[in-house]
């Protein structure tokens, strides 16, 4: 039982690149949540799932769109990176119950 | 608009002694209220809990105080360990079984050998 597994771990992009960071969860969990972790700036909530079919904006997306493939899978894609979204990106998952954790993708833009 | 503070950036306590985490919080429709702890290079765990209808809830060497008229949390760690050296962010959402967190900017505690 992984629980939440992000890839990729590290990643650094050039201004404009675009990429995709992967998030999978093996807990039969409804609901999928990216956030980012800036210093001083504490977790900030970029989209989510409430379900499978489901994606809602949360406080910070813009430049960013996600992707819930399926019940386990829910990808965030960034379409022409910029040096702000360097960040540490955390995927987690919940099912009436507090958020579960991956382990981030700590993303640079130079 | 920060809807939930955590303004002190950092705390440092000997080893044994206790740990106070603050939390306050604005938005009056918080009712679900949590810490989570986050060690470098991992994701945050899940630490404790409280719903607004209890003023306390204690896990072993871990409790937390809610204060709701004053909208405020406190994190209790009694006696503090080396190992309790991590970030903490307290969160907190509207009673539903999924509601959005919103979460602090987390406190850096130290615990000296």
């Known amino acids: 039982n992984a629980g939440v597994t992000q890839t990729p771990k590290f990643q650094v992009l050039k201004t404009g690149q675009s990429m995709t960071l992967q998030c999978a969860q093996d807990?039969?969990?409804?609901?999928m949540y990216w956030y980012r972790q800036d210093p001083g700036m504490g977790l900030r909530l970029i989209y989510y799932?409430?379900?499978?079919?489901?994606?809602d904006k949360g406080e910070v997306p813009n430049g960013y769109n996600v992707s819930r493939l399926n019940k386990r899978e829910f990808s965030l894609r960034l379409e022409s990176a910029a040096p702000s979204q360097t960040s540490v990106y955390f995927c987690?998952?919940?099912?009436?119950?507090?958020?579960?954790f991956g382990n981030g993708t700590r993303l640079t833009v130079t | 608009d920060q809807q939930v503070k955590q303004n002190s950036p950092s705390l440092s306590v000997q080893e044994g002694r206790i740990s106070i985490l603050n939390c306050d919080y604005t938005?009056?429709?918080?009712?679900?209220f949590l810490w989570y702890k986050k060690y470098p290079a991992e994701g945050p765990t899940f630490l404790i809990s409280?719903?607004?209808?209890?003023d306390k809830n204690e896990d072993g060497r871990f409790t937390v105080f809610l204060n709701k008229s004053a909208k405020h949390l406190s994190l209790h760690i009694v006696p503090s360990q080396p190992g309790d050296s991590a970030v903490y962010f307290c969160?907190?959402?509207?009673?539903?079984?999924?509601?959005?967190?919103?979460f602090g900017k987390g406190i850096t505690l130290s615990v000296r050998p």
């Open positions: 987690a998952s919940r099912e009436n119950s507090p958020l579960h």
């Open positions: 807990m039969n969990h409804n609901s």
């Open positions: 799932s409430a379900s499978e079919g489901t994606t």
């Open positions: 938005n009056s429709m918080f009712d679900y």
């Open positions: 409280i719903s607004s209808i209890k």
């Open positions: 969160a907190a959402s509207p009673l539903g079984a999924n509601s959005k967190l919103t």
